[in-house]
């Protein structure tokens, strides 16, 4: 994980985890996610997909539209316990 | 006693004057129901109409659907929610039905199919009887299946059979087709009702948790709607669980082998047949509905002429009752199978017996005279 | 994935054990349709053994069933509105929601959907509209838009489609609205309207069929047609004030119709039971 420079206040940040195991490289998160968590992996999952990673989970804003959208429920976003 | 038990115990051995139809419904109600869905089609909408009159009096629900496939859908989708369902129908929209029928069949729903045969193909004589459905309660379904149908020959018959075709459904966990035909539903005849304290609602085993819905036993335990089982109801091929699985030949096998064999194997105990002046008969008539009637007249007049005929009706269609059949007319010349069509019993017949079997078919909706029975009888009595 | 040990979306408490991923093809709306409807059951906080699924053929007929965790009666093709009616009718107290396709639901099964919303039976209903039939490989549907070529109509298709949402509103739906798999979270707040509106509730919900109609329309990604849901949508409070020219390929998202308070068949029924039997007790007739 990266660290990232502090921002004046304590911001809040998020988890993003993503089942590998049922993702199947859709592309609804990468679409619906407006600061770019996601993008498609260039390797393949042991099923056989290109699955999307998480690329720049700091970035998260908890909107959450990844998570609701996937059509494989394989998006979780828990909040961080700073 | 319950409050419908109240409203049957008023007829407790009362006899009323009513029309087949009308005694259908009403064993309909003695037998439990307490789900109709039906549509209007000549000549069964009398069962319909006492339905609506009287179910809403036992705390049962009438509903009058759009057309033939809600209400056999609704129907089936009450049974699974616990109801003792049941619709009534004709030719036309027993052929829409069929669908549902197999997925009643697949997914071992009880539930019951009254079917007021009348004179076909497609539109037909509408007003007219005729015996034309045997077949198509058997096959008009696709696919591996087995049915059970039952088909009165009078008023208080229409009564009787139903609160055993309720029975049926629920002692094999299968759609039962009543099937009667225009004649009987419409004439009118005496009906004695029993008491309703003597007439038991039958038993609806149910599984506990755990335990399969869809096998493990002839004829498993149902897991109904609001059992809180998670039950899984569907018409593709599936596990003992319920839960579909259309890619495993050994599944497939199991389950269609299973709910074919559950009825296939039970054809001595389905086996019910009204066997009269058998003994040393050399010609016999094998007769159902309506057409019995001047079939008894046939084989009576030819006995009180010292004649050896015989009368076989059969009162269980389906499975068809072949090796009791073969038994009772192992030493028979012939048999003469009248019927209000261009003949479908007697195909059934054939493959059992040996000798030969001599169809009487009579079409354009009027029933078969005694005259037109006992002719071809005493024919071949006489030509031995 | 996370550098830390992966954790699992919560809502799939509501998900038969063992059964993801669905066999739903790469970015199937009907797996977003899954996902709202377990957000929205679990926001109501509703019991799933108090609900029962009913469900039709085709893909969107496979949303529930066998993925969501409750009593389900998977039934045969467009006559799903039709067995939910039965069960309605015998159950009290227990949620009956039918989920399935556009084809299934307006196709085949249009005169029973017409019924039930005429009858404004208390059944909770997802038309998953992806406008093909998608399961067979991609034949025409009664939603399919002009001129679109499909596995039956090589040479365009000639028929105008269903305006579905408002012929059920025509028909007498009670709460009728209409969204797209882009508008998630405006979809379950509707899922949760339409599931605690006493009476028939229909949602007709634009979807992706990222295989079939996909190769229809010359698509390539859920995410085509999603940009595309974006961009064609239009609030109905808008729509209001648009011409038919305007409105001309567009889709008018959100409640479109909602009346609270109308007779709903059920209660219409047992009334007429309880009414009927208690005048029997009072007289002295038997049947007949």
Known sequence: MTASAKPKRARRSYSVFVDDDVCDGCGVCVFFCKPGVFSISRELSRRGFFPAEVLQEEECNNCRLCELGCPQLAIYVEERQS | ?384 | MSASETKSNPLRRYVRPGLLPTIFCAGCGGGTVLNCFCRAVDELELDPRSMVMVTGIGCSSWIPSPYFLADTLHTTHGRAIAFATGVRVMTSGMKVVVIAGDGDISGIGGNHLIHAARRNVDLTVFMVNNSIYGMTGGQVAPTTPLDVTTTTTPHGNVEPPFDVASLVAAAGGTYVARWTTYHVFDLVKSMKAALTHEGFSFIEIVSPCTTSYAKAVGKRSAADFLADYKERSVRISSAQKMSPEELEGRIVVGALKRVEGAPEFCQRLRGLTRRVSAEALSTREGAR
């Open chain 2, 1 to 384: 006693m319950s409050q419908r038990a109240d409203y049957l115990a008023r007829n407790d051995g009362k006899t009323h004057f009513v029309m087949g139809d009308e005694a259908a419904a009403l064993g309909a109600l003695y037998a439990g129901c307490d789900f109709f869905g039906g549509y209007p089609i000549t000549p069964a909408s009398e069962v319909a109409e006492v339905m609506a009159r009287e179910l809403p009096k036992t705390g049962g629900y009438y509903v009058q659907f759009e057309d033939e496939l809600a209400s056999i859908s609704a129907v089936v989708g009450a049974a699974w929610a616990g109801g003792r369902a049941m619709t009534a129908t004709s030719g036309p929209g027993f052929s829409l039905m069929q669908e549902t029928v197999g997925y009643a069949a697949m997914t071992e729903t009880p539930c019951v199919i009254v079917d007021v045969q009348r004179s076909g193909p497609s539109t037909g004589q509408a007003t007219k009887p005729a015996q034309g459905d045997v077949m198509q309660a058997r096959w008009g379904t696709h696919g591996d299946h087995e049915i059970i149908a039952l088909s009165p020959w009078s008023v208080q018959e229409s009564f009787d059979l139903m609160i055993e075709s309720f029975r049926l459904a629920e002692a094999y966990r299968t759609p039962v087709i009543f099937l009667t035909d225009g004649a009987v539903g419409h004439f009118r005849e005496p009906l004695v009702f029993p008491r309703v304290s003597d007439v038991p609602i039958a038993p609806r085993p149910r599984a506990a948790k755990g335990e399969p819905a869809f096998g493990g036993r002839p004829v498993p335990p149902m897991a109904q709607i609001g059992d809180r089982l998670d039950v899984h109801i569907t018409g593709s091929t599936h596990k003992a669980s319920g839960i579909r699985d259309v890619n495993s030949k050994p599944v497939h096998e199991e389950l269609v082998l299973r709910l074919v064999d559950k009825i296939a194997s039970a054809r001595e105990q389905l086996t019910r047949l009204d066997v009269r002046h058998m003994d040393q008969a050399r010609v016999a008539v094998v007769s159902f509905g309506v057409t019995a009637r001047p079939a008894l007249g046939a084989v009576e007049a030819a006995r009180r002429a010292g004649r050896p005929a015989g009368f076989i009706r059969l009162v269980g269609i389906w499975p068809f009752p072949g090796p009791r059949l073969q038994q009772l007319l192992a030493d028979v010349d012939c048999v003469l199978v009248p019927e209000m069509s261009l003949g479908q019993v007697n195909r059934e017949l054939e493959r059992f017996v040996r000798c030969p079997v001599l169809s009487l078919p009579k079409i354009g909706g009027v029933a078969h005279t005694v005259d037109e029975i006992l002719g071809p009888l005493m024919a071949r009595l006489e030509a031995r």
